[in-house]
C-alpha cells in the first residue's frame, strides 16, 4: 500500500528558502519511476492548489503563482519527490502535500508559514 510522509516544512521569513521532502514507501522503485508526482498545497480558508508536477521524465509544471521560485525534482533510487522553494512570500503560507497522480493517496502533509 502506497504510503507517504512529507517533511520539511516550517516557519521562515519572507525571501526565506525551505526544501520539502516526500518518501513514498509501500512501492518497488520500478513503480515509483512511473508516478507523476504533484505538490499541493492549501492555505488557510483557500482551496487546494497544485503548485508543481513532476513527469516521469522529469518534465516539470508549475503554477503561476510558484514559477520561477520553486523547483521540483524527483530522486528515484530513493522513491523520493523535492520541493525546492525560494523566495517565499507570505501568501505560500499553507499545508504542502504531495500525491502520486490518479492514485488517490495522500500523506499528512507538512506546514510552511512565511511570517516576519
Known amino acids: 500500500q502506497v504510503h507517504l510522509v512529507e517533511s520539511g516544512g516550517g516557519l521562515v521569513q519572507p525571501g526565506g528558502s525551505l526544501r520539502l521532502s516526500c518518501v513514498v514507501s509501500g512501492v518497488p522503485g520500478s513503480i515509483f519511476g512511473i508516478y507523476v508526482m504533484d505538490w499541493y498545497r492549501r492555505g488557510s480558508g483557500k482551496q487546494r492548489e497544485l503548485a508543481a508536477t513532476?513527469?516521469?521524465?522529469?518534465?516539470?509544471y508549475y503554477a503561476d503563482s510558484v514559477k520561477g521560485r520553486f523547483t521540483i525534482s524527483r530522486d528515484n533510487a530513493k522513491n523520493t519527490v523535492y520541493l525546492q522553494m525560494n523566495s517565499l512570500k507570505p501568501e505560500d503560507t499553507a499545508v504542502y502535500y504531495c500525491?502520486?497522480?490518479?492514485?488517490?493517496?495522500w500523506g499528512q502533509g507538512t506546514q510552511v508559514t512565511v511570517s516576519s
Open positions: 500525491t502520486p497522480r490518479n492514485i488517490g493517496r
Open positions: 513532476v513527469t516521469t521524465d522529469g518534465t516539470t
